[in-house]
Antibody, heavy 117, light 112 residues
Framework: DVQLVESGGGLVQPGGSLRLSCVAS????????MNWVRQAPGKGLEWVSV????????SYTDSVKGRFTISRDNSKNTLYLQMGSLRAEDTAVYYC??????????WGQGALVTVSS | EIVMTQTPLSSPVTLGQPASISCRSS???????????LSWLQQRPGQPPRLLIY???NRFSGVPDRFSGSGAGTDFTLKISRVEAEDVGVYYC?????????FGQGTKLEIK
């Protein structure tokens, strides 16, 4: 079974940093692009970032460019999201999701990030 | 950025009756490779999103056949032929044709 398990969420002060991890199992991690999608409390889904299977190419939504960095370690079957200069509006549940070209077919349970003083 | 607009935003439905959700994109979702990367996802209360339909009309593994997708270009529809209690939740359309990927606002399906 495909499994994606996020970790690293928590409470952080505005301007702080946090790194999320997503450990994958049940499939060949290195052949899939991977995404981060977030959901603010009571709101809809917002795509954050994607990384290709090799890690050679990334893309971000405008609101996180220059503050967030997506990366992966295929030897550890792990996806990361390094978040910096955090703002209150970054408060959300962050999901990692697998992408088999053009859709997001498996999602993790999510990690809650709260940015507050 | 491609804007995805769903209607209605709320849909009260009687059990056993059909339901339909529309999704319109601000520009064509036809990719240069010829595919249209329009998906439908379901989010039950307290759960992560779950893929239902990909590339307009392809049902994902394990999705009941009462769910179907249709459309082309900029107009798409998700239909549930007979609503069951487990279908309660929020439904999102999503485009992955162009970065940034974008979602519709969500349609809340509830039982009358």
């Amino acid at each position: 079974d495909v499994q994606l398990v996020e970790s690293g969420g928590g409470l952080v002060q505005p301007g702080g940093s946090l790194r999320l991890s997503c450990v994958a199992s049940g499939f060949t991690f290195s052949i899939y692009a991977m995404n981060w999608v977030r959901q603010a409390p009571g709101k809809g889904l917002e795509w954050v970032s994607v990384i290709t299977n090799s890690g050679g190419s990334t893309s971000y939504t405008d609101s996180v460019k220059g503050r967030f960095t997506i990366s992966r370690d295929n030897s550890k079957n792990t996806l990361y999201l390094q978040m910096g200069s955090l703002r209150a509006e970054d408060t959300a549940v962050y999901y990692c999701a697998r992408e088999p070209t053009g859709t997001l077919d498996h999602w993790g349970q999510g990690a809650l990030v709260t940015v507050s003083s | 950025e491609i804007v995805m607009t769903q209607t209605p935003l709320s849909s009260p439905v009687t059990l056993g009756q059909p339901a339909s959700i529309s999704c319109r994109s601000s520009q064509s979702l036809v990719h240069s490779d010829g595919n249209t990367y329009l998906s439908w996802l379901q989010q039950r209360p307290g759960q992560p999103p779950r893929l239902l339909i990909y590339k307009i009309s392809n049902r994902f593994s394990g999705v009941p056949d009462r769910f179907s997708g249709s459309g082309a270009g900029t107009d798409f529809t998700l239909k549930i032929s007979r609503v069951e209690a487990e279908d309660v939740g929020v439904y999102y359309c999503m485009q992955a044709t162009q970065f940034p990927y974008t979602f519709g606002q969500g349609t809340k399906l509830e039982i009358k």
